[in-house]
């Protein structure tokens, strides 16, 4: 496959993209999703959210689990730049704990689950029949499945899987509930593409099933794939922060963005900063991805409208 | 009018209007659209004026800016796209005007047909209802019962049987020519000065075509509109336009009367394109007029002559300011009487085309390619396919959890037929009679077909092994309809090539060495082998199409609509290389078309099909000259010719109704509900017809095999129609 690809050629192929008519795929959609100020903007918010998960710790002296006892519920000063908690512990030092956790299961259980729907959606269209009924069947036994209940019992130490630490034991729970959906999807679309003329091609010419899913099949489910996966980032994020709050979630001492807004509900009118300050990182998170699923999808729907305007201000005057 | 005043001045000339001025005035129309690769400027500068009462044809390939212009016309084009210039009804100015103040206009004063009558119908409400919205909308005082007789009578106009039970029939309950007879209905409720109808025959079978074409006239006879015909056929126009405007990149290049257009074309482009469609009446085997090339990139700056890149007689003169549409000499004075446009065209040599012009010999047409059996008798070449009585029947079942069986479709019923080397054999006949289905079973050969389907001399029966099924496949390729769905968009042409060749277990260098013969052989350059098939144009991409079949040496190549989806001009091209390959390699082809014009130029042999059966099979010339089943009759008289006086005085067999429903199909004849000849016997002969089934049979030795019991019998006074 990549054996053609010399030099030479990835030089012509330039050539040819800046001449005129042929622009390569990955440009057009990196140029759609680029004309998307929303989607940039949101871009840019979850990139500098993940370096403050990362690097954050920096901004203070204190970690999460020391206690200042001089400084004990006190709103945001010098020396605790977003203030403590009732029990003494340093603000920022917890939300970048809490981002971080939040962002690790949004993007562990988005991106394994959109794998887990790929796989099984795909072996569910190509095997088709029996295989596609049975599949289904556990599928749609899976989506009736109260995952609520489930997490409760996992989580509060049901089942002996004590020993996890809780935020990985969310994961797998989240995981085993989120790819259904998704694995739908990719049944029927893959379902679609048995029935186009370059699969029939390749039937024709006699190749065999499993080289036409895995050549033909899965790269023309990639952009359904890719938007998945921002979604299922979300939707994992929110289900952690769902969980946490009701206490079913993460555990002391894990920290999460939904721990933390949980603790604080009570006390929002005396201890505001503990209550608004993890609630406006949540909003940011999942906000720069739902602005980034946008553009996203814009740049990978060919029938989108995201190409501009030909129409000039002054040609608009004219009109009017 | 003369061509050098200035586009000031032609806007003022518009705003003038006078009774029996244009209905329409069309003046310095631009239009422009944003794209990946910038301002693309689709219409340049579009000037025409149509008449009360007269028919417009515009005439180009796909991307020539017909279809925007009419969208720009009718304000349907998306706020995105710049519009200038001036476009007048009746000397009111529309464009700028707000989409409300358009809508008084849209659907009363300018009507549309769309070209896809499946999707522009809504599935929800019923054909009355839409009828009688559209006139509702602009007649907000008419009575619920007026609008209902109006609707009716619309309806009865257009030729649908027992209209006052259709109003409460729903669009899916409608044949394709139905719905289209529909939407036309819905286009003249307001009595419109003007429809225009944008390629509204495309997507319909031929016979069903010639139905709506038969409507429309009607249409224009009750309301006396002015019509404004958009296609690409050359053929569709010919009997139906008085004067016609070719478009190329955007601008007019050729206009004039009908006769003007195609007796004496003055531009080379109109030339060509009269070269490129073959002709259904006659028998001549000349290659095609190919027109080499793609229309130049509109997001660019035209300097020259936008067509100079293809054009044969091309010379620098030409590449210096694009040309303006000159009146040809030794013509009509245009505005005369009952001339809107006088014939002018868009070519600095348009004097040095003489009448007697021959576009084989200006661009270069190759010679007919001669195969070596073509001295060998048919029978004594080799069976490289051979049918015996197959049978594909589905059946046809109700209910949600015990299904019941309450038909049978016989999609394919008892084909039999054989094809020889070298031989190009090809089935026609109308969408649902079975074309597809009989390619599907012999593609998707099994040991469990009812019937024989044998391949290279290896019967399907014996088709067990994984063996013998591959070197069964090898023989045999297929070329699919739409060359952009039939290649995977993530691959390259050098991997879409390789698979079949891959699959075999070639080695990597034969495979490449293997990979440049076959782009060589359908005429594409070597080195664009790492491009990807969305940077190929709609032509390239068949003929990568065409190659991978060809890339396993197969003896036959299955053709399904190999040229329907792709333009004039380049669907010449790619017939004159499959006529190439075909002498070269001695190649036989099963082709499956539903454009007869082109089954007659490239077959050798036909096989008509009509609801699963063969009714009618032979050499082509035979079969096309000496027509004997009235339904091969029927379809050949409904095939248009580019031609206009021939196309105004022959006579029509226009066929009644559609193919009938699967549940109640004919006892006897298949084709006796529709028959012209049926129509016209006596009650007691008739009898034979709904009893028996005639057989496929010749009357002499050599002549062709048809399925009918009166082939010379008198048609029905009903079914034909002569345009006078």
Known sequence: ?320 | MSTNITPAERLRDAGLYAPGDAVLSVRDLNVRFNSENGVVHAVRGVDFDLMPGKTLGIVGESGSGKSVTSMAIMGLLPETADITGSVRFKGKELLGLSDKAMCKHRGNDIAMVFQDPLSSLTPVYTVGTQIIEALTVHNPTMSKQAKEARAVDLLRMVGIPSPKDRLKAFPHEFSGGMRQRVMIAIAIANDPRVLIADEPTTALDVTIQAQVLEVLHTAQEETGAAVVMITHDLGVVAGMADDIMVMYAGKPVETGTVEDIYYNPRMPYTLGLLGAVPRVDTATKQSLVPIEGTPPNLALPVTGCSFAARCPLVSDACLHGEPELFPVPGVAVPGVEGQALGHKAACIKANELSNDADAHRIFHAPPKPVSKFDGVARVERDKVLELKDVRKHFPLLKGALIKRRIGTVKAVDGLSFDIREGECVSIVGESGCGKTTTLLEIMEFHPDQVGEVIIGGVSNKVATDHKTKMAMRKEMQMVFQDPTGALDPRFTVYEVLAEPLENLGMPKAAIKKRIMELMKLVGLQPDHVNRFPNQFSGGQRQRIGIARALAVNPKLVVLDEPVSALDVSVQAGVINLLDKLRAELGLSYLMVAHDLSVVRHISDRVAVMYLGKIVETGDVDDVFDNPRHPYTRALLSAIPVPDPNLERTRERIILQGDLPSPLDAPKGCNFATRCPVFAALPAAKQEKCLTLEPPLASEKEGAQDFACFFPDGELDADMLVVHA
């Open chain 1, 1 to 320: 496959m990549t054996n053609i690809i010399d030099p030479i050629a990835e030089i012509d192929e330039a050539r040819v993209a800046d001449q005129d008519v042929v622009i390569g795929k990955s440009r057009i959609i990196f140029r759609r999703f680029m004309r998307n100020r929303t989607a940039v903007a949101g871009l840019f918010i979850f990139l500098a959210l993940f370096l403050f998960s990362i690097f954050g710790g920096f901004l203070t002296s204190w970690d999460k689990d020391t206690i200042d006892p001089l400084n004990i519920g006190m709103p945001p000063s010098p020396d605790h730049l977003l203030g403590t908690t009732q029990a003494g512990i340093d603000l920022l030092a917890l939300i970048v704990d809490g981002t971080r956790t939040s962002i690790l299961i949004g993007l562990i259980v988005g991106g394994l689950s959109v794998l887990i729907s790929a796989v099984y959606g795909c072996t569910m269209a190509f095997f088709g029949g029996k295989v596609d009924a049975t599949m289904l069947f556990i599928l749609e036994a899976l989506i009736m499945m109260p995952a609520i209940l489930v997490v409760a019992v996992a989580t509060s130490g049901g089942g002996g899987l004590k020993d996890l630490p809780s935020w990985l034991l969310l994961v797998v729970v989240l995981l085993f509930f989120s790819w259904m959906g998704t694995a739908r999807l990719v049944r029927s679309l893959s379902m679609s593409l048995m029935q186009r003329d370059y699969v029939k091609a390749a039937k024709y010419m006699g190749v065999p099933s499993r080289r036409i899913v895995w050549r033909h099949l899965v790269p023309n489910i990639g952009s359904l794939l890719v938007l998945d996966f921002t979604r299922g980032i979300t939707g994992a994020i929110l289900a952690e922060v769902a969980f946490s709050f009701i206490g079913i979630g993460i555990k002391v001492p894990d920290v999460s963005l939904g721990v933390l807004i949980g603790q604080a509900t009570g006390q929002v009118s005396s201890f505001p900063w503990m209550f608004w300050v993890p609630l406006t990182v949540m909003f940011l998170l999942t906000g720069s991805l739902a602005m980034m699923n946008d553009g996203l999808r814009d740049a990978f729907d060919p029938s989108s409208s995201s190409i501009g305007r030909a129409k000039t201000k002054t040609a608009k005057k004219v009109n009017k």
